[in-house]
């Protein structure tokens, strides 16, 4: 049984990275810069946006955060992002979501130039990777094949059932799995909060990504015999031992599945390090204009 390791992957990616802005320097060539919108004080999207503003640092990229009070008006906002579309040193940039009730998140979504859409959620981009052309990736989906792929994990003809079906990570998932490509052709069920008998899906799974956001939700039972479980949840759980008064956990029992798996992701330390690592290839491959 092997435990993924998703923070020494994410390390070793950054690493990697650092090294070809380091060359990119030595060469005179463009440094690749990121800019990101954080509007209003959700401590989660703060902590998610420091992250990504510590790793461009880790990684040698330039970043600009750009902060906003939560009472910011849908036009000042996308004001901020025709700007950041104009503007030829930003090479790719995020809008954190989520955005407060009164901004419609899919209107910013859809101004934002696509090529500088590193987040990948632009239906241009979406289609675009459905279709298996060039694209920016979604950041956790992304991850998740370079864990898979990292790993050696053979894809090719395998059952994969994803459970949940967001447009972040369970639907482009889905595709990106099921797609003719070198981690890819699976076999792909995705299953929901509508799926009849989860257990009999899940039971005849070969690779497991569980993105449900439910603690401990895929049990023992539910699991083959040497599968193999992504677990993308991050649920809090009441936890007194802890000075914050909770712990973090996916959405697969992680004690009670791992005598029966092939390879799992733990949470955290899991997918959730590989997100951001994503992040950064796009914006990589947006300076170096590989994808538009
Ligand atoms: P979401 O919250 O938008 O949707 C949850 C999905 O789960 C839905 O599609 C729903 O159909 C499905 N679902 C709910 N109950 C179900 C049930 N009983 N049986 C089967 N399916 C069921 O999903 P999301 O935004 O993809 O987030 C899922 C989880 O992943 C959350 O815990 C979130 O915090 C986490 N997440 C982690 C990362 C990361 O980087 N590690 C990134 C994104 C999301």
């Known amino acids: ?30 440094i690749p810069h990121l800019a990101a919108v954080l509007i209003g004080d959700n401590a989660a999207s703060e902590s998610y946006v420091r992250n990504k503003v510590r790793s461009c640092e880790q990684v040698g990229f330039n970043s600009t955060l750009i902060r906003q009070d939560e009472s910011i008006s849908e036009d000042a906002l996308l004001e901020i992002v025709d700007d ?9 940039f995020i809008v954190q979501l989520p955005l407060p009730k009164h ?7 859809l101004a934002i130039e696509p090529k500088k859409d590193v987040d990948g959620f632009h239906p241009m981009n979406f289609g675009r990777m459905a279709q298996g052309l060039p694209s920016y990736l979604p950041a956790t989906p992304y991850g998740i094949l370079q864990m898979l792929e990292r790993y050696n994990i053979e894809t090719s003809g395998k059952h994969c059932v994803v459970i949940g079906r967001s447009n972040i990570v369970g639907t482009p998932m889905s595709i990106l799995l099921s797609r003719k490509a070198k981690i890819g052709n699976c076999t792909v069920t995705l299953a929901h ?16 990504i569980a993105a449900i956001g439910r603690a401990n939700f895929v049990t023992a039972d539910m699991v083959k ?39 799992i992701t733990p949470v955290p330390g899991g997918v959730g390090p590989m997100t951001v690592c994503s992040l950064m290839m796009n914006t990589l491959k947006a300076s170096k204009g590989e994808i538009f």
């Open 1 to 30: 049984m092997t435990i993924i390791d998703g923070k020494q992957l994410a390390k070793d990616i950054k690493a990697e990275l650092a090294i070809k802005v380091s060359s990119i320097k030595a060469a005179g060539g463009k």
């Open 84 to 92: 950041l579309n104009r503007d030829d040193d930003i090479d790719g």
């Open 103 to 109: 901004i419609n998140e899919q209107k910013i979504t």
């Open 193 to 208: 909060s509508r799926t009849k008998d989860l257990k009999a899906e899940t039971l005849r799974a070969d690779i497991i």
């Open 225 to 263: 015999e040497g599968a193999v479980i992504i677990d993308v949840g991050i649920n809090r759980v009441e936890d007194a031992t802890k000075k914050r008064g909770y712990r973090l956990v996916g959405d697969v029992d992680f004690e009670g599945v791992l005598s029966k798996v092939s390879h």
